[in-house]
């Protein structure tokens, strides 16, 4: 059974450095990919156009109203 427990930890150890090798290669190896060059940017920027607004515009009129009302009764009715 021991002997077992002892494979078992080995393959977890190798599994662990193999890893942590891969983790160390990502994140301190060289910077960027070789394949990007200046050649393959884009020469000029391109214009941004914004997106285009879809929202109707309501009058001040039912803002007031709104505003008027009690908003917390289900009847939106001033208690009398």
Sequence with gaps: MK?????????LVATILLVSAAI??????????????GKTLIASAQKFQGPGSVRSNY???IADEVVK????????????
């Design 24 to 37: 160390f290669k990502i994140w301190f190896g060289p910077g960027g990919s070789s394949k990007t060059d």
């Design 69 to 80: 009302k009690n908003l917390f009764r289900k009847d939106r009715i001033e208690f009398v």
């Design 3 to 11: 002997h077992k427990l002892t494979i078992v930890n080995f393959v």
């Design 59 to 61: 009058p001040p009129s």
